[in-house]
T-cell receptor, first 112, second 114 residues
Framework: AQSVSQHNHHVILSEAASLELGCNYS??????LFWYVQYPGQHLQLLLK??????LVKGIKGFEAEFIKSKFSFNLRKPSVQWSDTAEYFCAVRGGSYIPTFGRGTSLIVHP | EADIYQTPRYLVIGTGKKITLECSQT?????MYWYQQDPGMELHLIHYSYGVNSTEKGDLSSESTVSRIRTEHFPLTLESARPSHTSQYLC?????????????FGSGTQLSVL
């Protein structure tokens, strides 16, 4: 069975600080990896995804994530956060079941 | 903008009531899903469907049932609501066979059972 672990449950940063949110998954085969974001009062939406090819993927709003197969990781990064990045971030993995499994989410608060 | 709609947005009901949470999408997606989300917890898959007349239970045991009579409609029913059913319920959809397949989510239904 596939599973996802997000290490940071609550992160508080000041604007312009750098961000890295950890995500590790467990699944022995080929995976697709996702980061979804939920802004306050809005629905969950896709931030970025990895399917194949370049392990460094870029998403919307300056976010990027790197797939490191040997570490079973897909950490989310942004060099300089903004107040508008305040949101809940969910990592998800899709393996053999073809249905995504989500982590518990990380709540990010960015102070102006 | 996602074309997937959930109603009601909020629902407060008494124990023992039968309720149906509505979910509709206008994108022609064949796959649809119901997730349960509690604060600070994972999204737990409770039901999914690969198409009309196809429904499966997810990883999380649930006393709810679903139906998929039309492609666009995937309602979730609780025959007798209990306080343990209090949670947020998220509906999602996706298209099979697309290499960059992703889930589109509705805004959710926040259910409180008193």
């Amino acid at each position: 069975a596939q599973s996802v672990s997000q290490h940071n449950h609550h992160v508080i940063l000041s604007e312009a600080a750098s961000l890295e949110l950890g995500c590790n998954y467990s699944y022995g085969g080929t995976v697709n990896l996702f980061w979804y974001v939920q802004y306050p009062g809005q629905h969950l939406q896709l931030l970025l995804k990895y399917f194949s090819g370049d392990p460094l993927v870029k998403g919307i709003k300056g976010f990027e994530a790197e797939f490191i197969k040997s570490k079973f990781s897909f950490n989310l990064r942004k060099p300089s956060v903004q107040w508008s990045d305040t949101a809940e971030y969910f990592c998800a993995v899709r393996g053999g079941s073809y249905i995504p499994t989500f982590g518990r989410g990380t709540s990010l608060i960015v102070h102006p | 903008e996602a074309d997937i709609y959930q109603t009601p947005r909020y629902l407060v009901i008494g124990t023992g009531k039968k309720i149906t949470l509505e979910c509709s999408q206008t994108m022609g997606h064949d796959k649809m899903y119901w997730y349960q989300q509690d604060p600070g917890m994972e999204l737990h898959l409770i039901h999914y469907s690969y198409g009309v007349n196809s429904t499966e239970k997810g990883d999380l045991s649930s006393e709810s049932t679903v139906s998929r009579i039309r492609t666009e409609h995937f309602p979730l029913t609780l025959e007798s609501a209990r306080p343990s059913h209090t949670s947020q319920y998220l509906c999602a959809s996706s298209m099979t066979g697309v290499t960059n397949e992703k889930l589109f989510f509705g805004s959710g239904t926040q259910l409180s059972v008193l």
